[in-house]
């Protein structure tokens, strides 16, 4: 069995099917890897018993920090999707944790933006960067989160956003159809209700009532067959990415992301071709008076899918 490491940390990437963790050595602020893997939750009754049989009787690191998918009260956290209850002060306790933090999921994307690689990104728009400026990222999946990256002592910063939860703004008749056909069922329409998978099978449920005639309805099948060149999933993927790119841009704006705008999620990496087609930045930059602020700002799509887990890495670090 190994001591207590001061420089030895844990991160977890805690989501509702499945946890990703990752121990490394903290060197300067800087994890190096040591030993990392993937586990299925379904298969385990606790983040505990997982924790368990990735640490066996080995390592024993001093910090931990677990990105976690769902809300996050005090030193606790529930995920949205799966009953396990996560006590950072009962980890603490079972495992030897010096320090431990939990933080929510997006929060973590926030923070491993800084630990990408050039290599992890696909860029849409270089722009003039400038250093130190405000970052923001946005990334749609099951639903829309967001959040802010302040520059300070020497790192960024994230601050944590619900921004995906602001009104969406239809920018033109079918858009306003749209946004008639969610109120209807919803009430009010935020953003989240549109960037999402849910989003997309709505997009393609209005064309395909326009048009009367039979579809899909799994948003997965829907980018499929956008992808094999069905007209009617072309055409929606088409509108749900023009949306996208005009919140990337109302974000960008917002914040003044003159430091980058990192485009993440799980939805973006599958439907790279069609982002970098010209839809998503045509309505980024569309903005009137503002237009050539938006053209100096960098945008980038996030390829790679472990940037929560580096996030939290990162964040443990820090601790």
């Known amino acids: 069995?190994?001591?207590?490491?001061?420089?030895?940390?844990?991160?977890?990437?805690?989501?509702?099917?499945?946890?990703?963790?990752?121990?490394?050595?903290?060197?300067?602020?800087?994890p190096r890897a040591v030993h990392e893997a993937r586990y299925e939750n379904i298969q385990f009754e606790s983040l505990e018993a997982v924790l368990s049989d990735f640490l066996g009787t080995g390592y024993r690191p001093a910090a931990s920090?677990?990105?976690?998918?769902?809300?996050?009260?005090?030193?606790?956290?529930?995920?949205?999707?799966?009953?396990?209850?996560?006590?950072?002060?009962?980890?603490?306790?079972?495992?030897?944790?010096?320090?431990?933090?939990?933080?929510?999921?997006?929060?973590?994307?926030?923070?491993?933006?800084?630990?990408?690689?050039?290599?992890d990104l696909v860029t849409l728009q270089a722009g003039k960067i400038q250093t130190h400026a405000s970052r923001v990222v946005l990334g749609a999946g099951t639903g829309l989160g967001e959040c802010l990256l302040v520059w300070g002592d020497g790192h960024y910063e994230v601050v944590a956003s619900e921004g995906g939860h602001v009104d969406f703004a239809p920018t033109d008749a079918l858009q306003i159809d749209l946004l008639r056909a969610l109120q209807d069922e919803f009430g009010h329409v935020s953003y989240e209700r549109v960037l999402s998978g849910s989003g997309l099978s709505a997009i393609y449920e209005l064309l395909r009532a326009n048009e009367h005639s039979a579809g899909l309805n799994d948003p997965a099948e829907i980018s499929q067959a956008a992808l094999l060149g069905d007209p009617l999933a072309t055409r929606a993927l088409e509108m749900f990415i023009g949306i996208y790119g005009a919140q990337a841009g109302n974000l960008a704006l917002t914040c003044l992301a003159r430091g980058g705008v990192y485009v993440a999620g799980g939805i973006a990496p599958q439907i790279i071709d069609k982002i970098r087609a010209g839809g998503f930045m045509r309505a980024f930059l569309d903005k009137g008076r503002h237009a050539r602020l938006m053209a100096e700002m960098p945008v980038h799509v996030v390829m790679n899918p472990k940037v929560g887990l580096l996030g939290a890495a990162l964040a443990a670090c820090r601790i």
């Not at 991160?11 to 963790?21: H, N, R």
């Not at 920090?65 to 009962?90: H, M, S, Y």
């Open 65 to 119: 920090c677990f990105a976690v998918a769902g809300p996050i009260e005090g030193r606790q956290a529930r995920l949205t999707n799966l009953p396990w209850k996560i006590d950072a002060d009962a980890l603490g306790q079972r495992f030897g944790f010096i320090q431990t933090k939990l933080i929510n999921d997006f929060v973590a994307v926030g923070y491993g933006i800084e630990a990408l690689a050039s290599s």
């Open 1 to 30: 069995m190994q001591d207590t490491h001061a420089k030895l940390i844990l991160a977890g990437d805690v989501g509702g099917t499945k946890t990703l963790l990752l121990l490394a050595e903290n060197v300067d602020g800087v």
